[in-house]
């Protein structure tokens, strides 16, 4: 604190060199404790102003005891706004220096005058300022200036990013928290508030509750257009389960135990809820969502979107700035040319147009995350149908060529990862979110046929006419007056771009995922077929093969993406073998399969449930060819490399590190072995198991983690929330049969050959007896 008792002292002894240092102990003692001094007001002036020039205070306290003296109840308060102008002049600055250099670790040697500030008092004097209209007992309750109102929430926001700590005792007040809420009806303190709101709810250690907040349906259907979707960020706070921010507690086996110690709804279960009982609520976010924006001119905007977003922070500043933009354009308009450089600065024409591209986009950042949600919440199919009805899908379809796609190249292209939470561009993350959306559109759910247009759907009934199958229902039942107009689907728009992206771009991860979500659920062919057409297939193949992309992210979706375009379809496999032509390729294919299993797995899931489908249709002439001729059914037949997968599928899982992103391959094995019991061959592959583990000298270790591995399953599937049709549709293999398989491997009769414990001699029994115990 060398800069508040500063470095001269005109005290004289250790004692009385310390003085200064004392006031800030007290202080921050009594922030602790509760006793003692709480602000400044209760020290007296005369000490404050003697020791203010030595600690280097800037007159801070002074100030603030004379805004405690001008803020008593019924004053008319226009003298405490003059002080607390002087101050927030003071604080301003060393707010836009924490913005404009990185957001640097907050301390009070980096910014004195906000720590000052805090640390007499002046924090809760204007929590107290702000909160006093609520606390009289007067029947006629006078109302603030809207200008103090604004002033003190600018001051309060620039204290939470300047000094640790502030944001996180203004999130403990749940009275100020709701009352915060209350000032965002008066629209000219709405960004401000929001600015506000948002910084508290970021840290808040409990969600907050939105049905909590005084009339929410009410202050929700009096915002503007603007407003929904500034309120939108603020509510993706409300609605995101919280990350716990720890590897341990994302496996399997911890959630389990969080579900079963939390049965209720989760809170943001219950704001979700609170959120679609607001009438018009998820009408005005699709128009938000789908609204169009004037095209930007001129060959510099790209450079100058780039230029903004070095230095905006959110859509909350663009907001301000865009009012100031306004005001001053009014005001120039009133005054001579020459009063002000800036009203004809070249940067002052060009800004409005960049500023009002990059202001939409990020709008449609915050609602497609609530949208993206809502559809991945327990209200999903609520969700669905109200996204259809207001025609949420074909109106990002108008959007695609013009705002979400636009035609151009970025001068550098930066790979980001997975996390949507990344700090990245707005056009990054407006993309990022906007296929995030698709895939949770499309996602196991009839309604993904709304990413076509009228002339794809009879494309689609075409291939089943031609192959000689029935129409898959849903496409049967699709409303055709909701799905895409124009030339082109969203789908085959999506399929267009993902094309030209470079190989190790992120966007691949995305749009692997959004289109791989169409072809998931119970396979149709059509659907297969349909993509097929659209050189999808070899374009994956080029990317995992000839591409050199090294992404794990993106070689994982796109394994995940050509095991469910190839899934049991005879055409596929025989296109695969054609792009697939030299050993060289086949080699290389292999390799990228082999470096990282829990990535590929269900690729190796998809060729082993197709070669058991085509094993069994061997009157058809074309798939005996396709047998006999393609690489990799060829590979997959011997069953010394089904045996390889199953060691290593088994090998590289346990129940500890079991998480939503590895569980795969505990199924991939159990279908290899559920395939292989059909077929009689259980008891061979459980020795070769046993075989394995004394060929590594390992006896007991494999064949233990497997039964570990089918106790937890059990656990985990047989959970009567948890929805089982994913495996059953995936695989074609009645859920039943999964059920029983399992059981027999657990069976506890040793004689049994096809239970897993009659492999395991006695001495090496059950290594990990009590890793599922309670």
């Known amino acids: 604190m060398a800069t508040l008792m500063g470095s001269e002292s005109p005290c004289t002894g250790e004692k009385r060199r310390n003085c200064n240092g004392n006031i800030v102990t007290k202080f921050t003692a009594s922030k602790i404790t509760g006793r003692g001094f709480s602000r400044g007001t209760q020290l007296p002036g005369g000490l404050l102003q003697e020791r203010d020039k030595r600690a280097k205070w800037h007159g801070i306290p002074t100030v603030l005891q004379r805004l405690h003296e001008s803020s008593h109840p019924n004053s008319d308060l226009s003298q405490a706004h003059s002080f607390l102008k002087v101050l927030s002049s003071q604080l301003s600055m060393e707010a836009m220096s924490f913005v404009t250099e990185d957001r640097k670790t907050a301390q009070e040697s980096t910014f004195p005058n906000t720590y000052t500030f805090d640390l007499f008092g002046g924090v809760d004097l204007l929590v107290e300022i702000l909160m006093r209209p609520t606390l009289t007992m007067q029947k006629k309750k006078n109302s603030m200036n809207d200008d103090l109102v604004k002033d003190c929430l600018s001051v309060l926001y620039n204290c939470c990013i300047c000094t640790e700590g502030v944001t996180k005792n203004l999130a403990v007040r749940d009275d100020f928290v709701l009352f915060l809420f209350t000032l965002m009806t008066n629209k000219k303190t709405f960004l401000q508030t929001a600015t506000l709101i948002e910084d508290i709810l970021g840290v808040k250690k409990e969600m907050i509750q939105l049905e909590g907040i005084p009339n929410l349906s009410g202050l929700v259907q009096s915002f503007d257009q603007q407003q929904l979707a500034n309120f939108c960020r603020i509510l993706s706070v409300t609605i995101s389960e919280p990350d716990v921010g720890n590897d341990d507690k994302h496996t399997l086996l911890a959630k389990n135990a969080q579900q079963k110690h939390n049965a209720s709804p989760s809170r943001a279960e219950v704001n979700q809820v609170t959120l679609l009982n607001i009438p018009g609520f998820i009408e005005r976010l699709c128009k938000l969502a789908t609204r169009k924006v004037s095209e930007a001119t001129g060959a510099n905007f790209l450079q100058e979107l780039e230029d903004w977003y070095t230095w905006l922070d959110n859509a909350l500043v663009l907001d301000a700035l865009l009012q100031m933009a306004t005001e001053e354009a009014e005001q120039s308009s009133t005054e001579s040319s020459d009063e002000s450089s800036l009203a004809t600065s070249p940067l002052r024409h060009r800004l409005p147009q960049s500023m009002k591209i990059v202001h939409e986009i990020m709008y449609k950042v915050e609602v497609l995350y609530v949208l993206c949600v809502l559809l991945m919440g327990r209200q999903r199919n609520q969700v669905h149908k109200m996204l259809a009805e207001f025609r949420l899908i074909p109106g990002l379809n108008n959007l695609f060529d013009k705002l979400i796609w636009r035609k151009y190249t970025a001068s550098n292209h930066v790979v980001h990862g997975q996390n949507e939470n990344c700090d990245c561009s707005p056009e990054i993350s407006f993309k990022i979110q906007f296929l995030r959306l698709l895939q949770s559109f499309s996602d196991h759910h009839e309604n993904k046929y709304l990413l076509l247009n009228s002339q794809e759907l009879n494309e689609l009934s075409a291939i089943s006419m031609k192959a000689n199958i029935p129409e898959v229902e849903a496409l049967v ?168 997968f199953l060691f290593r599928l088994i090998n590289i899982i346990n129940v500890q590190t079991l998480t939503q992103e590895n569980v795969s391959c505990l199924n991939t094995s159990l279908v290899v072995l559920m395939l292989a019991r059909r077929k009689a061959k259980l008891p061979f592959y459980l020795n070769a198991l046993r075989e394995k583990e004394y060929a590594e000298r390992y006896p007991g270790c494999l064949l233990n983690n497997f039964h570990n591995l089918l106790r937890f399953w059990q656990r985990h599937y047989l959970n009567k929330d948890k929805d089982s049709t994913c495996l059953e549709n995936s695989s074609c293999i009645p859920f039943s049969y999964w059920k029983e398989t399992v059981s027999v491997l657990l069976g506890s009769d040793r004689t049994s050959l096809c239970a897993i414990a009659s492999y395991i001699d006695e001495p090496y029994m059950d290594l990990d007896k009590d890793l599922l115990e309670d």
């Open 477 to 644: 039942n699709t409303d055709r007056s909701l799905v895409c107009d124009g030339k082109k689907g969203l789908l085959t728009r999506l399929l267009t771009v993902m094309k030209r992206e470079p190989p190790d771009s992120s966007f691949r991860f995305w749009q692997a995922r959004a289109v791989e979500s169409f072809l998931r659920g119970a396979t149709s062919y059509a659907d297969q077929m349909f993509l097929l057409k659209r050189g999808l297939l070899e374009h994956i193949l080029f990317c995992i093969i000839d591409s050199g992309c090294t992404s794990r992210d993106v070689l994982q979706s796109y394994f995940d993406l050509l095991g469910e375009l190839m899934k049991f379809n005879i055409d596929a496999f025989k296109r695969f073998n054609k792009y697939v032509n030299t050993p060289e390729k086949f080699q290389i294919f292999l390799t990228q399969i082999n470096s990282s299993l829990v990535d590929s797995n269900m690729l190796v899931r998809c060729i082993v449930l197709s070669l058991d489908r085509f094993e069994s249709q061997t009157e058809d002439v074309k798939v005996v060819e396709v047998l006999s001729e393609c690489c990799l059914l060829s590979y997959m037949a011997r069953v010394e490399n089904r045996l390889s």
